[in-house]
Protein backbone atom coordinates (compact mmCIF):
# COMPACT_ATOMS: atom_id res chain seq x y z
CA UNK A 1 0.00 0.00 0.00
CA UNK A 2 0.61 3.68 -0.77
CA UNK A 3 0.74 4.74 2.78
CA UNK A 4 3.28 1.82 3.69
CA UNK A 5 5.82 2.34 0.56
CA UNK A 6 6.26 6.18 2.72
CA UNK A 7 7.87 4.01 6.12
CA UNK A 8 9.60 1.38 4.13
CA UNK A 9 11.27 3.88 1.85
CA UNK A 10 12.25 6.13 4.62
CA UNK A 11 13.22 2.92 7.08
CA UNK A 12 11.43 4.09 9.91
CA UNK A 13 10.86 2.07 13.02
CA UNK A 14 7.36 3.50 13.50
CA UNK A 15 4.85 0.75 14.03
CA UNK A 16 2.72 0.34 11.15
CA UNK A 17 0.03 -2.45 10.96
CA UNK A 18 -1.73 -4.10 7.92
CA UNK A 19 -5.04 -5.05 8.01
CA UNK A 20 -6.19 -7.35 4.71
CA UNK A 21 -9.52 -5.61 5.06
CA UNK A 22 -8.78 -1.59 5.89
CA UNK A 23 -5.21 -1.33 4.79
CA UNK A 24 -2.74 -0.06 6.32
CA UNK A 25 -3.67 2.00 9.94
CA UNK A 26 -0.88 3.59 12.33
CA UNK A 27 -0.93 3.77 16.24
CA UNK A 28 -0.72 6.98 17.05
CA UNK A 29 -0.48 10.39 14.41
CA UNK A 30 2.94 11.11 15.95
CA UNK A 31 4.25 8.18 13.76
CA UNK A 32 3.96 10.64 10.71
CA UNK A 33 6.93 12.75 12.28
CA UNK A 34 10.20 11.15 11.03
CA UNK A 35 9.12 10.42 7.29
CA UNK A 36 7.27 14.05 6.90
CA UNK A 37 10.94 15.63 7.57
CA UNK A 38 12.95 13.63 4.65
CA UNK A 39 10.15 12.70 2.31
CA UNK A 40 10.37 15.86 -0.58
CA UNK A 41 14.40 15.13 0.20
CA UNK A 42 14.77 11.43 -0.09
CA UNK A 43 12.18 10.47 -2.61
CA UNK A 44 10.50 13.52 -3.93
CA UNK A 45 9.17 12.34 -7.34
CA UNK A 46 7.72 9.47 -6.57
CA UNK A 47 4.24 9.87 -6.53
CA UNK A 48 2.90 6.88 -4.31
CA UNK A 49 4.64 8.30 -1.61
CA UNK A 50 3.54 12.03 -2.22
CA UNK A 51 -0.30 10.72 -2.62
CA UNK A 52 0.28 8.47 0.84
CA UNK A 53 1.86 11.59 2.85
CA UNK A 54 -1.01 13.82 1.09
CA UNK A 55 -3.42 11.25 2.88
CA UNK A 56 -1.63 11.20 6.00
CA UNK A 57 -1.33 15.16 6.48
CA UNK A 58 -4.32 15.85 5.73
CA UNK A 59 -6.56 13.15 8.45
CA UNK A 60 -3.43 14.71 10.62
CA UNK A 61 -5.00 18.55 10.12
CA UNK A 62 -1.11 19.49 9.24
CA UNK A 63 -1.78 21.91 6.66
CA UNK A 64 1.44 23.85 6.33
CA UNK A 65 3.21 20.30 5.56
CA UNK A 66 0.41 19.34 3.40
CA UNK A 67 0.55 22.21 1.39
CA UNK A 68 4.49 21.62 0.89
CA UNK A 69 3.36 18.29 -0.24
CA UNK A 70 0.84 19.92 -3.01
CA UNK A 71 3.35 22.40 -4.36
CA UNK A 72 6.10 18.91 -4.80
CA UNK A 73 2.90 17.79 -6.71
CA UNK A 74 2.42 20.82 -9.02
CA UNK A 75 5.70 21.30 -9.83
CA UNK A 76 5.63 17.52 -10.87
CA UNK A 77 2.34 17.87 -13.05
CA UNK A 78 2.66 17.73 -16.70
CA UNK A 79 -0.39 17.32 -17.45
CA UNK A 80 -2.49 20.95 -17.34
CA UNK A 81 -5.50 19.95 -16.78
CA UNK A 82 -4.22 18.16 -13.28
CA UNK A 83 -1.72 20.60 -12.64
CA UNK A 84 -5.06 23.00 -12.34
CA UNK A 85 -6.59 20.59 -10.29
CA UNK A 86 -3.82 20.88 -7.45
CA UNK A 87 -3.43 24.50 -7.97
CA UNK A 88 -7.20 24.78 -7.13
CA UNK A 89 -6.58 22.38 -4.07
CA UNK A 90 -3.80 24.60 -2.93
CA UNK A 91 -5.50 28.17 -3.61
CA UNK A 92 -8.67 26.50 -1.39
CA UNK A 93 -6.00 25.08 1.26
CA UNK A 94 -4.25 28.41 1.64
CA UNK A 95 -7.41 30.45 1.49
CA UNK A 96 -9.79 27.75 4.25
CA UNK A 97 -6.84 26.32 6.26
CA UNK A 98 -3.91 28.43 6.65
CA UNK A 99 -6.43 31.72 6.85
CA UNK A 100 -3.49 32.78 4.15
CA UNK A 101 -5.46 35.07 1.45
CA UNK A 102 -2.18 36.17 0.03
CA UNK A 103 -1.12 32.88 -0.86
CA UNK A 104 -4.52 32.37 -1.94
CA UNK A 105 -4.14 35.24 -4.61
CA UNK A 106 -1.00 33.90 -5.72
CA UNK A 107 -2.09 30.79 -6.63
CA UNK A 108 -5.27 31.91 -8.53
CA UNK A 109 -3.66 34.38 -10.22
CA UNK A 110 -1.28 31.01 -11.38
CA UNK A 111 -3.89 29.15 -12.84
CA UNK A 112 -5.00 31.94 -14.99
CA UNK A 113 -1.19 32.40 -16.49
CA UNK A 114 -2.28 29.30 -17.56
CA UNK A 115 -5.94 30.58 -19.77
CA UNK A 116 -8.84 31.96 -18.46
CA UNK A 117 -10.75 30.23 -16.27
CA UNK A 118 -14.05 31.36 -14.39
CA UNK A 119 -13.86 29.76 -10.96
CA UNK A 120 -10.46 31.02 -10.58
CA UNK A 121 -11.66 34.84 -12.20
CA UNK A 122 -14.52 34.62 -9.31
CA UNK A 123 -12.26 34.12 -6.39
CA UNK A 124 -9.60 36.78 -7.77
CA UNK A 125 -12.70 39.38 -7.70
CA UNK A 126 -13.77 38.07 -4.02
CA UNK A 127 -10.23 38.63 -2.88
CA UNK A 128 -9.19 41.80 -4.52
CA UNK A 129 -12.04 43.38 -3.19
CA UNK A 130 -11.74 41.81 0.29
CA UNK A 131 -8.20 43.22 0.12
CA UNK A 132 -9.19 46.62 -1.45
CA UNK A 133 -7.30 45.96 -4.07
CA UNK A 134 -9.23 47.90 -6.13
CA UNK A 135 -6.96 48.69 -9.10
CA UNK A 136 -6.50 44.71 -9.70
CA UNK A 137 -9.81 44.33 -9.80
CA UNK A 138 -10.38 46.71 -12.24
CA UNK A 139 -8.05 45.05 -14.39
CA UNK A 140 -9.71 41.87 -14.08
CA UNK A 141 -12.84 43.07 -14.56
CA UNK A 142 -11.41 44.99 -17.63
CA UNK A 143 -10.33 41.50 -18.86
CA UNK A 144 -13.37 40.36 -18.81
CA UNK A 145 -14.96 43.00 -20.86
CA UNK A 146 -12.54 42.32 -23.66
CA UNK A 147 -12.67 39.00 -23.71
CA UNK A 148 -16.33 38.85 -23.15
CA UNK A 149 -16.84 36.44 -20.67
CA UNK A 150 -19.57 38.66 -18.58
CA UNK A 151 -22.61 40.72 -18.58
CA UNK A 152 -21.03 43.87 -20.63
CA UNK A 153 -23.68 46.18 -18.50
CA UNK A 154 -22.81 44.77 -15.20
CA UNK A 155 -19.03 44.53 -15.68
CA UNK A 156 -19.67 48.29 -16.78
CA UNK A 157 -21.46 48.91 -13.77
CA UNK A 158 -19.32 47.87 -11.51
CA UNK A 159 -16.16 49.15 -13.00
CA UNK A 160 -17.84 52.49 -12.72
CA UNK A 161 -18.63 52.09 -9.52
CA UNK A 162 -14.90 51.06 -8.38
CA UNK A 163 -13.97 54.38 -10.59
CA UNK A 164 -16.16 57.17 -8.51
CA UNK A 165 -15.52 55.34 -5.15
CA UNK A 166 -12.25 53.69 -4.79
CA UNK A 167 -9.75 54.91 -7.64
CA UNK A 168 -11.02 58.11 -7.47
CA UNK A 169 -11.13 58.52 -11.63
CA UNK A 170 -14.03 60.39 -12.01
CA UNK A 171 -13.84 60.58 -16.04
CA UNK A 172 -13.27 56.50 -16.14
CA UNK A 173 -16.69 56.64 -13.89
CA UNK A 174 -18.57 58.64 -16.50
CA UNK A 175 -16.79 56.39 -19.27
CA UNK A 176 -17.92 53.40 -18.03
CA UNK A 177 -21.69 54.60 -16.55
CA UNK A 178 -22.12 56.27 -20.32
CA UNK A 179 -21.52 52.39 -21.76
CA UNK A 180 -23.97 51.09 -19.14
CA UNK A 181 -26.60 53.86 -20.81
CA UNK A 182 -25.52 52.99 -24.24
CA UNK A 183 -27.35 49.23 -23.51
CA UNK A 184 -29.98 49.49 -20.84
CA UNK A 185 -31.03 53.10 -20.57
CA UNK A 186 -33.07 52.32 -17.63
CA UNK A 187 -30.15 51.24 -15.27
CA UNK A 188 -31.32 52.90 -12.20
CA UNK A 189 -28.26 52.40 -10.71
CA UNK A 190 -26.15 53.89 -13.51
CA UNK A 191 -28.67 56.97 -13.40
CA UNK A 192 -28.56 57.31 -9.27
CA UNK A 193 -24.47 57.45 -9.77
CA UNK A 194 -24.56 59.95 -12.86
CA UNK A 195 -27.12 62.18 -10.57
CA UNK A 196 -24.45 62.43 -7.95
CA UNK A 197 -21.83 63.40 -10.33
CA UNK A 198 -23.67 66.20 -11.07
CA UNK A 199 -22.52 67.95 -7.98
CA UNK A 200 -19.23 67.76 -9.62
CA UNK A 201 -18.10 71.28 -10.86
CA UNK A 202 -16.03 70.20 -13.49
CA UNK A 203 -18.26 67.46 -14.80
CA UNK A 204 -21.64 68.67 -14.52
CA UNK A 205 -22.26 68.97 -18.30
CA UNK A 206 -21.31 66.39 -19.55
CA UNK A 207 -23.04 63.83 -17.00
CA UNK A 208 -25.73 66.93 -18.25
CA UNK A 209 -25.27 65.77 -21.63
CA UNK A 210 -25.88 62.37 -20.93
CA UNK A 211 -28.28 62.30 -18.23
CA UNK A 212 -30.74 64.36 -20.50
CA UNK A 213 -32.01 61.87 -23.57
CA UNK A 214 -32.49 59.65 -20.92
CA UNK A 215 -34.70 61.86 -19.33
CA UNK A 216 -36.52 62.71 -22.26
CA UNK A 217 -37.44 59.16 -22.91
CA UNK A 218 -39.05 58.83 -19.60
CA UNK A 219 -40.77 62.03 -19.79
CA UNK A 220 -39.26 63.38 -16.90
CA UNK A 221 -39.72 67.22 -17.75
CA UNK A 222 -38.39 68.62 -14.70
CA UNK A 223 -35.17 66.70 -15.18
CA UNK A 224 -35.17 67.32 -18.32
CA UNK A 225 -35.23 71.06 -17.57
CA UNK A 226 -32.37 70.70 -14.85
CA UNK A 227 -30.13 68.96 -16.91
CA UNK A 228 -30.50 72.19 -19.63
CA UNK A 229 -29.95 74.40 -17.13
CA UNK A 230 -26.96 73.05 -15.91
CA UNK A 231 -25.19 73.06 -19.83
CA UNK A 232 -26.88 76.65 -19.86
CA UNK A 233 -24.67 77.98 -17.36
CA UNK A 234 -21.65 76.27 -18.54
CA UNK A 235 -22.17 77.28 -21.89
CA UNK A 236 -19.43 79.64 -23.21
CA UNK A 237 -20.37 80.00 -26.96
CA UNK A 238 -23.59 82.76 -27.83
CA UNK A 239 -24.71 80.34 -29.98
CA UNK A 240 -24.50 77.37 -28.42
CA UNK A 241 -25.94 78.71 -24.88
CA UNK A 242 -29.18 80.45 -26.98
CA UNK A 243 -30.10 77.07 -28.80
CA UNK A 244 -30.06 75.66 -25.49
CA UNK A 245 -32.31 78.68 -24.13
CA UNK A 246 -34.73 78.34 -26.97
CA UNK A 247 -34.93 74.66 -26.32
CA UNK A 248 -35.50 75.48 -22.39
CA UNK A 249 -38.49 77.77 -23.75
CA UNK A 250 -39.72 75.42 -25.82
CA UNK A 251 -40.44 73.07 -22.49
CA UNK A 252 -41.65 75.81 -20.83
CA UNK A 253 -44.36 76.21 -23.20
CA UNK A 254 -45.15 72.66 -23.27
Same mark, same amino acid.
Given at each position: A??????????????????????????????????????????????????????????????GS??????R???????????????F????????????????????? *???E &?????E??? !?????? !?????????????E????????? *??D????????????????????? =??????????? =?????? *??????????????? *??????????? &???????? !?????????????????? &???????Y??
Amino acid at each position: AAALEVFNLLGTSNEVEEDVTTGPSFRTKSALQPPRAFLLELRADYAPALDALETLQAEAGEYGSLREVLRRKIELATDPAAKKQLLFREAKLAEEELKNKAAAVEVYE *AILE &MGPDREATS !ALERLY !AEAGRFGDLAAILERRLDDRTGN *AVDLNYRLGQIAAENTGDADRAVA =HYRAVLAVDAR =HEGTIA *ALERMLADPERRVLV *AEILEPIYLGR &MDWPRVVA !ALEARIEAESEPAGRKQL &MLRLGTLYEE
